[in-house]
Protein backbone atom coordinates (compact mmCIF):
# COMPACT_ATOMS: atom_id res chain seq x y z
CA UNK A 1 0.00 0.00 0.00
CA UNK A 2 1.30 3.35 -0.34
CA UNK A 3 2.40 5.28 2.08
CA UNK A 4 1.45 9.02 2.45
CA UNK A 5 3.04 11.44 4.65
CA UNK A 6 1.94 14.61 5.72
CA UNK A 7 3.90 16.79 3.16
CA UNK A 8 2.59 14.62 0.09
CA UNK A 9 0.13 16.25 -2.33
CA UNK A 10 -3.32 14.69 -1.31
CA UNK A 11 -5.47 13.85 -4.43
CA UNK A 12 -8.74 12.52 -5.29
CA UNK A 13 -6.60 10.10 -7.88
CA UNK A 14 -4.73 9.02 -5.05
CA UNK A 15 -7.91 8.11 -3.12
CA UNK A 16 -9.44 6.40 -6.17
CA UNK A 17 -6.08 4.05 -6.22
CA UNK A 18 -5.61 2.88 -2.93
CA UNK A 19 -9.50 2.24 -2.63
CA UNK A 20 -9.01 0.03 -5.58
CA UNK A 21 -6.67 -2.01 -3.75
CA UNK A 22 -8.43 -2.30 -0.41
CA UNK A 23 -11.52 -3.32 -2.49
CA UNK A 24 -9.79 -5.72 -4.66
CA UNK A 25 -8.04 -7.09 -0.68
CA UNK A 26 -10.94 -7.60 1.03
CA UNK A 27 -12.45 -9.42 -1.66
CA UNK A 28 -9.78 -11.97 -1.73
CA UNK A 29 -11.14 -12.67 1.56
CA UNK A 30 -12.80 -16.29 1.73
CA UNK A 31 -16.07 -16.48 3.72
CA UNK A 32 -14.35 -18.38 6.31
CA UNK A 33 -11.92 -15.27 7.31
CA UNK A 34 -15.01 -12.74 7.00
CA UNK A 35 -16.96 -14.47 9.07
CA UNK A 36 -14.18 -15.30 11.91
CA UNK A 37 -13.03 -11.68 11.44
CA UNK A 38 -16.79 -10.40 11.97
CA UNK A 39 -16.93 -12.21 15.02
CA UNK A 40 -13.88 -10.82 16.45
CA UNK A 41 -15.04 -7.54 15.58
CA UNK A 42 -18.44 -7.93 17.01
CA UNK A 43 -16.78 -9.12 20.26
CA UNK A 44 -14.68 -6.42 20.55
CA UNK A 45 -16.92 -3.64 20.18
CA UNK A 46 -19.67 -5.17 21.82
CA UNK A 47 -17.42 -5.42 25.21
CA UNK A 48 -16.52 -1.46 24.94
CA UNK A 49 -20.45 -0.95 24.73
CA UNK A 50 -21.02 -3.04 27.88
CA UNK A 51 -17.73 -1.03 29.50
CA UNK A 52 -19.31 2.69 28.50
CA UNK A 53 -22.98 1.78 29.08
CA UNK A 54 -24.39 4.49 26.43
CA UNK A 55 -27.52 5.76 25.83
CA UNK A 56 -27.66 6.67 22.85
CA UNK A 57 -25.06 4.83 20.10
CA UNK A 58 -25.16 5.28 16.07
CA UNK A 59 -23.77 2.53 13.83
CA UNK A 60 -24.20 0.56 10.65
CA UNK A 61 -25.26 -2.59 8.87
CA UNK A 62 -22.27 -4.15 6.78
CA UNK A 63 -22.71 -5.37 4.00
CA UNK A 64 -20.63 -7.47 1.60
CA UNK A 65 -17.13 -7.58 2.56
CA UNK A 66 -17.41 -4.86 5.01
CA UNK A 67 -16.03 -5.82 8.89
CA UNK A 68 -18.65 -6.44 11.55
CA UNK A 69 -21.05 -8.75 9.63
CA UNK A 70 -24.47 -8.08 9.00
CA UNK A 71 -26.05 -9.41 12.33
CA UNK A 72 -23.67 -6.08 13.70
CA UNK A 73 -27.06 -4.76 14.98
CA UNK A 74 -28.19 -7.71 16.66
CA UNK A 75 -24.70 -7.63 18.67
CA UNK A 76 -24.69 -4.10 19.87
CA UNK A 77 -28.61 -4.51 20.74
CA UNK A 78 -27.45 -7.30 23.04
CA UNK A 79 -24.75 -5.14 24.57
CA UNK A 80 -26.66 -2.01 25.09
CA UNK A 81 -27.39 -1.66 28.94
CA UNK A 82 -31.37 -0.93 29.89
CA UNK A 83 -33.26 1.80 27.87
CA UNK A 84 -30.25 2.26 25.53
CA UNK A 85 -30.94 3.43 22.11
CA UNK A 86 -29.00 2.04 18.50
CA UNK A 87 -29.59 4.66 15.65
CA UNK A 88 -28.64 3.08 11.92
CA UNK A 89 -28.44 5.42 9.01
CA UNK A 90 -30.77 6.47 6.56
CA UNK A 91 -28.88 7.23 3.33
CA UNK A 92 -30.74 10.07 1.82
CA UNK A 93 -31.05 11.33 -2.12
CA UNK A 94 -28.41 13.86 -1.59
CA UNK A 95 -25.99 11.01 0.03
CA UNK A 96 -26.49 12.13 3.52
CA UNK A 97 -27.36 10.45 5.96
CA UNK A 98 -30.48 10.81 8.28
CA UNK A 99 -31.12 8.26 11.11
CA UNK A 100 -33.62 5.89 12.71
CA UNK A 101 -33.98 4.23 15.99
CA UNK A 102 -33.26 -0.12 15.75
CA UNK A 103 -35.19 -1.68 18.17
CA UNK A 104 -35.34 -5.20 15.83
CA UNK A 105 -32.99 -5.70 13.46
CA UNK A 106 -35.37 -8.27 11.89
CA UNK A 107 -37.59 -5.26 10.74
CA UNK A 108 -34.93 -3.41 8.73
CA UNK A 109 -35.76 -2.91 4.76
CA UNK A 110 -34.18 -2.98 1.90
CA UNK A 111 -32.63 0.20 0.47
CA UNK A 112 -30.82 1.58 -2.63
CA UNK A 113 -27.39 0.06 -2.83
CA UNK A 114 -27.88 -2.84 -1.34
CA UNK A 115 -28.23 -1.32 2.10
CA UNK A 116 -30.28 -2.16 4.98
CA UNK A 117 -32.54 0.82 6.59
CA UNK A 118 -34.85 1.14 9.94
CA UNK A 119 -38.13 1.58 8.83
CA UNK A 120 -39.42 3.69 11.40
CA UNK A 121 -39.43 7.83 12.01
CA UNK A 122 -36.66 9.60 10.50
CA UNK A 123 -34.99 11.30 13.71
CA UNK A 124 -32.92 14.29 11.45
CA UNK A 125 -29.17 14.05 10.11
CA UNK A 126 -28.16 15.83 13.56
CA UNK A 127 -29.66 13.17 15.54
CA UNK A 128 -26.11 11.70 15.18
CA UNK A 129 -24.75 14.38 17.54
CA UNK A 130 -26.94 13.17 20.20
CA UNK A 131 -24.91 9.86 20.43
CA UNK A 132 -22.42 8.88 23.02
CA UNK A 133 -20.36 6.54 20.40
CA UNK A 134 -20.56 6.59 16.87
CA UNK A 135 -19.36 3.58 14.98
CA UNK A 136 -18.76 4.55 11.15
CA UNK A 137 -17.33 1.75 8.24
CA UNK A 138 -13.92 2.31 6.67
CA UNK A 139 -11.60 0.98 3.98
CA UNK A 140 -8.47 2.37 5.52
CA UNK A 141 -7.67 4.36 8.48
CA UNK A 142 -4.40 6.15 9.26
CA UNK A 143 -2.30 6.33 12.81
CA UNK A 144 -3.81 9.80 12.52
CA UNK A 145 -7.39 9.09 12.51
CA UNK A 146 -7.41 10.21 8.85
CA UNK A 147 -10.53 8.28 7.65
CA UNK A 148 -10.57 6.61 3.95
CA UNK A 149 -14.45 5.74 2.88
CA UNK A 150 -16.15 4.54 -0.42
CA UNK A 151 -16.07 8.59 -1.71
CA UNK A 152 -19.48 9.88 -1.18
CA UNK A 153 -18.99 11.93 1.30
CA UNK A 154 -21.98 10.57 4.07
CA UNK A 155 -19.86 9.81 6.78
CA UNK A 156 -17.53 13.16 6.19
CA UNK A 157 -20.97 15.15 6.71
CA UNK A 158 -21.98 13.17 9.29
CA UNK A 159 -18.69 12.88 11.35
CA UNK A 160 -18.48 16.90 11.05
CA UNK A 161 -21.71 17.00 12.97
CA UNK A 162 -19.96 14.97 16.07
CA UNK A 163 -18.66 16.43 18.91
CA UNK A 164 -15.06 16.46 19.36
CA UNK A 165 -15.15 14.63 22.54
CA UNK A 166 -17.63 12.03 21.12
CA UNK A 167 -15.60 8.21 20.67
CA UNK A 168 -15.83 7.89 16.81
CA UNK A 169 -14.65 4.08 16.02
CA UNK A 170 -13.66 2.42 12.70
CA UNK A 171 -14.30 -1.14 11.62
CA UNK A 172 -11.28 -2.75 9.96
CA UNK A 173 -9.94 -5.66 8.72
CA UNK A 174 -6.80 -6.68 9.80
CA UNK A 175 -4.12 -5.21 7.42
CA UNK A 176 -6.23 -1.62 7.44
CA UNK A 177 -4.77 0.27 10.09
CA UNK A 178 -1.57 1.60 8.47
CA UNK A 179 1.12 4.73 8.48
CA UNK A 180 -0.25 6.84 6.31
CA UNK A 181 -3.46 7.73 4.20
CA UNK A 182 -3.80 10.66 1.33
CA UNK A 183 -6.34 13.32 3.28
CA UNK A 184 -8.16 16.33 2.53
CA UNK A 185 -9.19 19.39 4.54
CA UNK A 186 -13.31 18.01 4.32
CA UNK A 187 -12.26 14.44 5.79
CA UNK A 188 -12.85 14.35 9.38
CA UNK A 189 -10.70 12.31 11.29
CA UNK A 190 -11.65 9.04 14.06
CA UNK A 191 -10.61 8.41 17.20
CA UNK A 192 -10.39 4.90 17.34
CA UNK A 193 -10.71 1.03 15.18
CA UNK A 194 -11.11 -2.02 15.92
CA UNK A 195 -9.64 -4.62 13.76
CA UNK A 196 -9.73 -8.44 14.25
CA UNK A 197 -6.23 -8.97 15.36
CA UNK A 198 -5.58 -5.74 17.24
CA UNK A 199 -9.34 -5.17 19.18
CA UNK A 200 -9.67 -1.48 19.72
CA UNK A 201 -7.33 1.11 19.19
CA UNK A 202 -7.05 4.57 20.23
CA UNK A 203 -5.22 7.10 17.77
CA UNK A 204 -4.47 9.38 20.62
CA UNK A 205 -6.15 10.42 23.71
CA UNK A 206 -10.02 9.26 23.37
CA UNK A 207 -12.58 10.03 25.89
CA UNK A 208 -13.87 6.62 27.58
CA UNK A 209 -11.68 4.77 27.32
CA UNK A 210 -9.04 3.47 30.10
CA UNK A 211 -5.64 3.98 28.53
CA UNK A 212 -4.66 1.35 30.83
CA UNK A 213 -6.39 -1.16 29.01
CA UNK A 214 -5.67 -2.42 25.57
CA UNK A 215 -7.96 -0.16 24.26
CA UNK A 216 -5.46 2.81 24.90
CA UNK A 217 -2.62 1.18 23.09
CA UNK A 218 -2.16 2.60 19.42
CA UNK A 219 -0.07 0.15 17.30
CA UNK A 220 0.20 0.62 13.51
CA UNK A 221 1.01 -3.06 11.65
Known amino acids: MP ?7 PTHEAKRRTRVELLAR ?3 LT ?4 SAAAGRVQAELADLVRRLRPTRITAYVPVGTEPG ?10 A ?7 LLPVLRDDLDLDWARCTDPGSLVAAGRGLREPAGP ?3 TGAVATAALVVVPALAVDARGVRLGRGGGSYDRALARVPA ?3 TVALLHDGELVEGLPGEPHDRPVRAVITPSGGLRTLGAAPGVDPGTSAGRTRVP
Do not use: I
Open 3 to 9: DFSDGAE
Open 69 to 78: GPDLPAALLA
Open 165 to 167: ATL
Open 80 to 86: LPAGGEL
Open 26 to 28: RRR
Open 31 to 34: PTDR
Open 122 to 124: RLG
